[in-house]
């Protein structure tokens, strides 16, 4: 039986825990700045609510898609494309807030942003199963994840306030821009990162499903 290893002595791990933690934190503190955005240029209660369906409700019916055609492409080629998309989106909220405010391509970019988020998350939970399985670690770097989850979580909606109160919305903005940037060149310089699915005919739904519950058997939740 092969030994329990630590997590974070895995090739690739640190580079995907990063990459992780920094897609949920950069995630929550855009969110949150582009609330305050979106407040201050329509004052209404309804557009606001609309950028929260945009970026919450919407990417939940377009992100499975798009995770189930980016999972067959190596993982050192799909995160580093989705976050380097993701860069850019965050780069064109900031040129608006700095600009003339616009709420449809505010509403559209924050649904892009949303469901590219998304389908981060669960590719780098794949990718992070995929390469930690084989030495039994999946259970302690999967607590590791959910740690920096719940900080990110907090953390990024009080660096949202912080930055939108002393520098404004734009600045907050470009910052999410550049860490997104970082994470794709950190990704994409990342040889030991795991290959995609494969391509074959066992691939489809109904055998992928399969899979999945059979990782479930074989890897319980434990409380």
């Not at 995160?79 to 449809?104: C, N, Q, S």
Request: hydrophobic share 55%; glycine share 8%.
């Amino acid at each position: 039986m092969t030994p329990e290893r630590s997590p974070l002595s895995v090739a690739g791990f640190k580079r995907l825990a990063a990459s992780y933690g920094i897609n949920e934190l950069g995630d929550n503190l855009g969110v949150v700045a582009l609330a305050i955005l979106v407040l201050d240029g329509t004052d209404s209660a309804l557009a606001t609510t609309a950028l929260f369906v945009c970026s919450r409700f919407v990417p939940a019916f377009a992100a499975p898609w798009l995770t189930a055609r980016l999972d067959r492409l190596r993982v050192s080629r799909s995160l580093p494309l989705l976050y380097a998309v993701e860069a850019a989106a965050f780069a064109a909220l900031a040129v608006i807030a700095d600009g003339r405010f616009w709420l449809p391509a505010v509403l559209a970019l924050a649904a892009v942003d949303g469901t590219l988020a998304l389908t981060g998350r669960g590719l780098s939970r794949a990718a992070v199963a995929a390469i930690l399985k084989p030495h039994r670690a999946l259970r302690p770097g999967n607590a590791l994840l959910n740690g920096l989850f719940a900080i990110t979580s907090a953390a990024g909606p009080v660096a949202a306030g912080v930055l939108v109160a002393t520098a404004g919305a734009p600045v907050a903005l470009w910052v999410d821009a550049a860490s997104f940037a970082l994470i794709a060149v950190v990704l994409g310089t990342g040889r030991e990162l795991p290959a995609g699915a494969p391509e074959d005919g066992e691939t489809r739904w109904a055998a992928r499903v399969r899979a999945g519950l059979a990782a479930v058997r074989d890897e319980p939740i434990r409380t």
